[in-house]
């Protein structure tokens, strides 16, 4: 260390001041570059939402006519009246029935969502922590295992999923869409790839050796170690779970009480030929809002530019 | 099992209520008085709103209707629906619908047991779909072959018309009525010779007489006289194969557009600046996606622009089916329910508010239904088509359009069909390269078709 | 309270058991259901829910078949070139965005706002994104679409063009897609291990005179492999079971002519299709399984845990020449 410095001190002044500027060209070239890159791939990620926002002021004729427009138009209460069915104006089901209920939809889907997520999240991070903390003898063959299960094609198997849970009768409860995700193989992995680097076993050894027992070194200790990495993994599952349409479809259907919101904007969809396409992407707006506040809760953890995870404060 | 207990129960029921009991003429089975619910599944809203009316019609009707909708857009119906049917208990479906695209399955193929038979539901079916007239082919997609009886119908006619532009017609051929027409494109003449001639007329005044090729595609697939597959084999009709051959002539010859059905440029075409001659289609095209769609940006209409008239070739272009659970314990309750929606002719009966766009009140959307009879006796002028009587057409239409030639293969077919000839239109393979990939994709597709 | 010496073996069974108990309850069945599936002659919903038997045409009838199925060789094919031309891009990008975004010294301004939009296009569902981009690139004669107007304008095509008739035109519309929705979620994928390494390690790095390209390729690489490891394997097996854009971007059964029938795209047109082959689509989605298993096992051999200490000594070298390197570049300077 001490022969680097020297070189450094031993640098005459007009070459250090010819590096400093040398770097700071540089340094503003990159800039350049990065700012580019970071704004076309911000316009790309925006857009898309933009020409949503756009077609939920627009009538299902301007739609149809132009199926994308950035200039928005003039019908967004128009729409949310014939979306809420307080007008029945246009092509609005001419019913009384309320398909598009938020409310509900709301509160429904963020059950599933969120029932999934915590369990997924705190029993994943537990699994893992049994593969990385301790030795025991089915170890290998119980992670092996694991990594099977996440291989499996999803498809076919969603077919006996839902077979045996008419079977059982649990159609028409959330249950089989929340219970599930306590064995999540793919957050397993993740969470053991967090942690094997992550977590150090002294931490836990002196632990112990303080008197404490193992759920609460689990949960005291290990957990919070895995906050950046149960934060992004909740934005993930979250947000997949969210969205997921055909197993909620399938198991929900028939207890009208029970819809998530995707539920009622592809019930919006129904006959091809009678869609209110204004209200259809107002729907989608609707349905997309409470992802966007569960992220944005959630992505301090993406954002911050420290090591959350590491013991030192 | 379960008609031992409803036969029991009703034995124990007979000293309070000696009516409705034991098995009626026709077969039937006297509904299980504990059961006060009928489980009705749908893909839309649309019948479940026609069961609400019914209700509030027939307030003494005793039944509570639980609805369940399951959207047809990811595909999630028919699996909810197989599965519910197949789960039985007390939340399987009692009475389901059946869109065309997947109706065959449901009434002729491997999901047709579940089927409970219009006799079954207490519904004297012969003599009421004569006096209906309801169109052959409803009638002929409903019908179980295994057994011959009916066991679906639907309520809305979706027999196919050609809807064309007055204005060009005037421009074309100085006149826009539609009998005229008529003989100008060979309407109902069983052939496209005419319509030809047609499209080269109007191609010389800067026309094309159609939007893109699946406008017509429709017509053709209804004019073969085989289905896609017999005895468990490919069977390209000759008619059918043909498309491959009309979709290169359209587009060689500049008679269409190049447009695909629901994308902007078929939307285009239906606007006042549109310059398609015409589209294929039934009822629901002309009230809910030309009408609807009729208006530009600047406020500029293609509105009492249209008429309609017969096509060369009869067709039908989707529809919705109406079955009743074999396994329900109410099905006399059912019964009634599908009667009147499928083929009650009064003016109390649901299409007959239907046609004249009363079922929610005055100035409703009019929409052709299935019964003829009742077609007959109701008014369907719109002003959309400069105040035509639509009915006068769809009505033939009705008669025109074939259920026979259909397979419940049909649609994943028809995709690979309809796949094959666009590659071939479009330069991408020749003619020959094209069929035999067609076939290929058939055969590694569905398990249970050989092809040779 | 543990006396000393005593095992912990027993506490790794209890913290997993609420998976096994969750997989014996939830997934046990649907997947031994699977399995079996492809050995009968299931095909027709009325046979799901009869009693199972071996397939009259042979136990191997149907893998025997899809052996011969030139669709379903074709769309392995289709999967790894759609999957393998959009996860380098993918990769790549993601691994310069994480550098760039946990690289303190660029002082990047708004990056926490970068980082939180490009995750964004994962949020909205597949069914929207292909409606969108459906649209985008839609072609008619008269209307030529957004896509097309754009082009025409920055003069790449000189009249439009029906993408979607274009077997390679619409790949690479696919590959965009998957590209797009994707490369968001590895970034925040790496970013996590990236803020996992201890600071420390930059610290010392730093100290060493190392510039930020250094860093990067010394310590941060080598620090996430678990990490990339991980994102490896599941866009592997996201990658192979690419479904829903290739289903909804063209009329769902991968057209184009093909050109995005996946191996999902065929196992979902098998098992949900108008006369559902349930056996094939098993029979597919267990081929599918094994062809997953021996490249994940690939590529957990290639970055094995074994070689750790070893990979550790080399880059440890590596280092030292480097920095003898720089030594004597500086002596060199200096004079």
Redesign the interface.
Known sequence: MSTYDNQLTEMSEEQFRHNQKEKKVLKTLAHIGIYTVCIIFTLLSLIPFWFMISNATRTTSQIYGKSLSLVPSTHLVENYKALMKTDEKGQASSSGTQNFDPVTGFRNSFIVSAGATVLAIYFSTLTAYAIVVYDWKLKRAFFTFIMAVMMIPTQVTAIGFYLMVFRVHLNGTLWPLILPSIASPAMVFFMKQYMQPALSLEIIQSARIDGAGEFYTFNKIALPIMKPAMATQAIFAFVSSWNNLFLPSILLSSNAKLKTLPMMVALLKGDIYKVNMGALYLAITISILPLFIVYFALSKYIIAGVALGSVKG | MKRLIATALCGIMTVGLLTGCGAKDNGTVADDPSVKVI?LWS????I??MV?KYCDMHPDFGYEV???????????????L???L??G?A?APDMYAAEAA?VL?YTQ???S?YAATYKELGIDVDQKIKDAQIASYSVEIGTRPSDGEVVALGYQATGGAFIYRRSIAKDVWGTDDPATIKEKIGGGSGSWDTFWKAAADLKAKGYPIIS?DGDIWHAIENSSDKGWVENGKLVIDPKREEFIDISKKLMDNGW?????D????????M?KDG?AFGFFGPA??IN??IG??????NGDTSYGDWAVCQSPIGFFW?GTWVLGNKNSKVKNAVGKLIEWITLDTSETGLQYMWANGT??GEG?TKDTVASGTVMAKSNGELAFLGGQNMFDVFVEANKYANGKNLT?????IN??W???V??YT?G??DRETAIK?FK??VA?????ITVE | MKRKGVSYAKWGYIFSAPFAIGFLLFMLYPIVNTFLMGFTDMVGVAKLTEPMHVNPAGIFKVYNDLLHNKTFGKSIVTTFILWILNFIPQITVALVLAAWFTNDRLKIKGKGFFKVVFYLPNIITAASVAVLYSSFFQYSKEVMGPANELFMKLGLIDQPMDFFVNRSATRWIVIFIQFWMWYGYTMIVLISGILGISPELFEAADIDGANGFQKFLYVTIPSIKTILLYTFITSLIGGLQMYDIPYLLTQGNGEPDGAIRTTSVFIFKQAFGNVPSYNVAAAASMIMFIIIGILSAIVFFLMRDKDEAELHKLIKRQEKEYKAKLKAEKAQGGK
């Open positions: 489980n893909f839309t809203d649309e479940p709103n609400k639980k609805t369940t909708i399951v959207a047809t857009t990811d595909g999630a119906y028919q699996p909810a197989d599965a519910a197949q789960g208990g939340d997947f399955k193929g491997d999901a047991s893109g269409h557009n190049d447009t695909r629901w994308q902007d440029g078929w939307f285009a075409d606007k310059t629901w095209l809910y996606t609807a769609n009729c208006e530009s940006e989707g079922l929610n409703g419940q293969y049909d649609e994943g995709q690979a309809r796949d094959q666009r590659a479009s991408q393979k990939d290929q994709t590694d597709t569905f398990s249970t």
